[in-house]
């Protein structure tokens, strides 16, 4: 009895004591989980990229290029353009195998019984269209990223100066602004977010902001890195540092705008010129022509 007593009161100790430990883990765990979910979300890609690039990864193979800092490079752009995810290289690389076969079997079916003497000719521009197809739209996605973060970066830069002002220390300052810049670019805050994450999980804070540079591949992101790490070493006020270049960043910008609206009258002259004054001469000229016809066209006809 004394043994059987002595046994349940040691089974009821150890069910305890693993419920509390289960219970004091089972947070952590969830807070693990849902950092490194995170992580992925800001900029997630759909739950069908996964299965798409386990059908490119065949074809990625043909176009992957051997030497490791190639794979970086590509890899950096990927990023740049904001895409993070570990399939984005083998969609890219893939993408790049299957539009340089499909384009020309395709001009091939289309082609072949009206146009065979140019056929071997529009192979290999399709092949050559299929094959760097990908790099110019990345191009243009990366372009139009840095774009959409350039515009916003100024406003996030005030909002950080009026954190910091406000009492807040830089790391809570970039996840204040991360939150509320999300609102109008979800761009730049998903960068910030990604920021606040790093520095939870435990990097320093210059790891943290160059990573935030490299992601981005701007340049005024990367001065503004290299400035808050000089005013981290040297204890320089960080709010007079960021006044200053958020100063600079509005300038940046109105010169940015009033050069484009500089360069938009040379742009409108091919337009004008070649679709709306033909339009406007046969509007306007149209009648008088018709009318003049109608006079001249007997008199004409009897001499």
């Known amino acids: 009895m004394d043994r059987t007593l002595f046994l349940g ?7 305890v004591t693993v419920g509390f430990l289960l ?31 386990e059908w490119l990864k065949p074809a990625a193979r043909i176009t992957q290029p051997k030497e490791d800092w190639m794979k970086s490079r590509i890899r950096q752009r990927l990023i740049n353009a904001g895409y993070r995810s570990d399939d984005a290289p083998i969609i890219f ?70 954190c910091v002002e406000a009492g807040l220390g830089l ?3 970039i996840a204040k602004v991360g939150e509320e810049i999300g609102k109008t670019s979800s761009s730049l805050g998903d960068e910030f977010r990604l920021v606040n994450l790093e520095l939870r999980a435990g ?20 001065s503004l890195v290299a400035m808050l790490v ?18 600079d960043m509005r300038t940046k910008r109105m010169l940015r ?4 609206a500089q360069k938009l009258p040379v742009k409108l002259v091919f337009p004008v010129v070649f679709f709306i004054f033909p339009a406007l001469f046969l509007v306007l000229l149209g009648p008088s022509v018709l009318t003049l016809a109608r006079i001249l066209g007997p008199i004409m006809s009897n001499t």
């Open 230 to 247: 000089q005013s981290d070493k040297f204890g320089t006020s960080i709010a007079d540092a960021l006044r200053v270049h958020a100063d």
């Open 171 to 173: 790391d809570a300052a």
């Open 93 to 162: 690389f893939g993408a790049k195998a299957v539009l340089a076969l499909a384009l020309p079997l395709l001009t091939f079916f289309l082609a072949v019984a009206q146009m065979r003497e140019q056929l071997p000719v529009l192979l290999a521009l399709t092949a050559a269209l299929g094959y760097y197809a990908p790099n110019v739209f990345l191009i243009m996605r990366i372009r139009e990223r840095k774009r959409q973060i350039f515009e916003a970066f100024p406003d996030s830069l005030d909002l950080m100066v009026v």
């Open 203 to 222: 990097l320093t804070r210059e790891r943290a902001l160059r990573n935030l540079a490299l992601r981005t591949g701007v340049e005024d992101i990367d």
């Open 23 to 53: 219970r004091a883990l089972m947070p952590r765990r969830a807070a693990v989980e849902r950092l490194q979910q995170e992580v992925v979300e800001p900029g997630a890609p759909p739950k069908w990229t996964p299965k798409i690039a």
């Open 257 to 260: 705008a009033e050069e484009a």
């Open 9 to 15: 009161i040691v089974f009821v100790a150890v069910t």
